[in-house]
Nanobody, 119 residues
Framework: QVQLVEFGGGLVQAGDSLRLSCAASGRTFSRYTMGWFRQAPGKEREFVARITGSGGSQYYRDSVKGRFTISRDNAKNTVYLQMNSLKPEDTGVYYC????????????WGQGTQVTVSS
């Protein structure tokens, strides 16, 4: 069982930066691929980024490439999402999620943190 708690959301202006953190419980954090997702009002939840258990590979949705960076610290059981050059369309509730490396499904989800980017 993995419990996830996100931190770091807030209200910022376009062009600003935010760093989200997601703290995970458990002693096998490095076995999990970690992902960040977001959901804007009235829209479906969408993939933002993911990072493999070792941290060696990262993947991003096209609209955030070059602006967002996902990273992890396995010693601290924490995954981060550094968001730079934020745009109003980045507004939404951001969720972190965990899946066993090699699995297709994310089994564990955090409660979400709100990110609002004003123009």
């Amino acid at each position: 069982q993995v419990q996830l708690v996100e931190f770091g959301g807030g209200l910022v202006q376009a062009g600003d930066s935010l760093r989200l953190s997601c703290a995970a419980s458990g002693r096998t954090f490095s076995r999990y691929t970690m992902g960040w997702f977001r959901q804007a009002p009235g829209k479906e939840r969408e993939f933002v980024a993911r990072i493999t258990g070792s941290g060696g590979s990262q993947y991003y949705r096209d609209s955030v490439k070059g602006r967002f960076t996902i990273s992890r610290d396995n010693a601290k059981n924490t995954v981060y999402l550094q968001m730079n050059s934020l745009k109003p369309e980045d507004t939404g509730v951001y969720y972190c999620a965990a899946r066993i490396s090699g699995s297709d499904d994310y089994n564990y989800w955090g409660q979400g943190t709100q990110v609002t980017v004003s123009s």
